[in-house]
C-alpha cells in the first residue's frame, strides 16, 4: 500500500473513508471536537447512542455526514487516553485498514489526534501505523491455485494532521515504517515456504536476488567445499544427514566509513528440522520449516537497512542447513570439532541450532564487529519461559543488551534478558569432549547460549532466542511473524542516530 501525509482541514479532504480517532469515556480529542463541530456532532451522537464507546479497536461506520466531503467516516476507538502511547495506534489502525481491505474504499485517510504532538510522537506513530498495517494485509498465497484476494483492495492511506510541521516527522515515520515492513514481509515469504521448496540453496539464491537489488548489498554463499576447507566440522556434521547440501549465506552492506568496524547478524537457517536420528515427536513437525526464521529475519534486516541506505556497515551471515535422520546422520555420542577448534560431544542430534551457529559465529570474527547479534529459533525451553510475547535475550556486554532491550520496546518487539553463568557452563561438561552440546533437562535457553557463548569471547555478543515469536501455530491465524525484523532494524535506526 501506498502512504502520504498531509496538513490539511480534514473536513475538505475528498476521500473514500475518513478515519476518527476516539478516546474512551472522555470528552473528545481537540482534533475529533474540531471535526464533529463542523460534521453536526455526529461523533458526539455515535457516543450518546450508546453504540459506539470508544474501547480500543472498535469501530463504528458513518455515512453521508453533512458538512463533510469523505464519503465515509470510520469511528476508532483508542480506548483510555491515560494508555495511549504512539505506537498504539498502529494496533488500531491495523483493524480499520483491514475491514476497508475487505470493502469498498480504494483509499483513506486518517485524521491524527491532537494527542500526538511532539515530532518523535508523530514519528513513532506514523512507524507503527505502517507497519501494523501492512503486516494486517499481509498473504501468503504462493502455494494456492485460487488466490482470494479482495475485489477492491485499499491501495492509499494519508495521514492527515492540522499543521505543516508535522508533516517532516510523519514522512521519516513512513519511510522508515515501509521499509521495516518490506523486511517483515520478505522474513514471512520465506519462513511460510515449505521446506521442500525453501531449501539452504533456495535460501542462498534469494539472498543472492536480494543482493543484486542493492549497489551497496553484495550476497555470496560459501559451499560446503568451501566449508570444508575452513574446517566448519560442526556445521557440516549436520548438513551430512541431508540431500541438501549446507550453504553459508555472506551478505555485506556497505553503507557505513570503509574503515567502520561493521554490525554482524548471524541468523540460523535450518530450513528444516526433524530432529536427525534424535527424531522429534510427529505432532506438529511441519513447523520446524519454521527454524530458518532467524536466518530470514537476517535477510529481512539487510532489506531494510538497504532500502533506507542507512549509514552503517552490515554483515548478515546465515547458515543454512536440514537436520534430518539418515546413515550418514550425527549420532548420539559422535564428536566433531568445530572451526574454533573447540570439539563437540553431541549427545542429542536435536540441538543442531548451536551447531551450525557456532561455526558461522566463529566466521563472524573475522569482520572485527562491533558487534554481534545471533537471531535463532533455538529452544522449545524459550517458548516455555516467555510464551509467544516475548523473545529471549542473552549476551556477554550488559551495554549491549541494554541496547537491545531498549529497541525492542520501542518498536513493539520485545525481549527479555536472561541469566547466563558459571553454574550453567558446567551443564555442558562432557567427559570426552571439550563441551557436550546439551546441558540437561533444566535452563535450556541459558545452556544454549552458554554453549554459543564459547565460540564468542573475542567480541561483543548477543543471542536472540526466537523459538516463541518467530511463528504462530495453530488455524487460522498459523503463520511467521516477521518478528525479530522490528527489533533489529529499530536497533539499527538507533545506531545511524536517525530516530527524532
Ligand atoms: N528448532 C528447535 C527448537 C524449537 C523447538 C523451536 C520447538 C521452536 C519450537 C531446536 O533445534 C531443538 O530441537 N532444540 C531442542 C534442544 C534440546 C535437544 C536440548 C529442544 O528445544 O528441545
Ligand atoms: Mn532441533
Ligand atoms: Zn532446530
Known sequence: MEYRSRATAAERLATDCLI??????KKLDDTTAALDGVAGGAVAAALRSGDFSGESEEMLMLYETAGVKAKRLLLLGLGPRKEFAPGALGGALAKAVKRLDESGSREAALLLPAALEEERQLYEAAKACVIRAEEALYRFDRCKSEKQR????????TFVAAERKATPPLERGIAHGKAVADGMSLARDLANLPGNVCTPTYLAEEAKKLGRRFDKLKVSALTEKQMER????????????SRQPAR??????????ANARPVVLVGKGLTFDAGGISLKPSANMDEMKY????????LGTLLACAELELPINLVGIVPASENLPDGDANKPGDIVTSMAGLTIEILNTDAEGRLILCDALTYAGRYKPAAVIDIATLTGACVVALGHHLSGLLGNDDDLIDEILAAGEAAGDRAWHLPMGKEYQKQLESPFADLANIGGKWAGTITAACFLSRFTEKYQWAHLDIAGTAWKSGGKEKGATGRPVPLLTEFLIRRCKLAP
Open 248 to 257: 553459508l549465506i555472506v551478505a555485506e552492506y556497505r553503507g557505513g566509513r
Open 20 to 25: 476518527v480517532t476516539v478516546f474512551a469515556k
Open 230 to 241: 575452513l574446517g566448519m566440522g560442526a556445521l557440516l556434521s549436520v548438513s551430512r544427514g
Open 150 to 157: 479482495p475485489s477492491r483492495p485499499l491501495r492509499r492511506l
Open 291 to 298: 527454524d530458518m526464521c532467524g536466518g530470514a529475519s537476517v
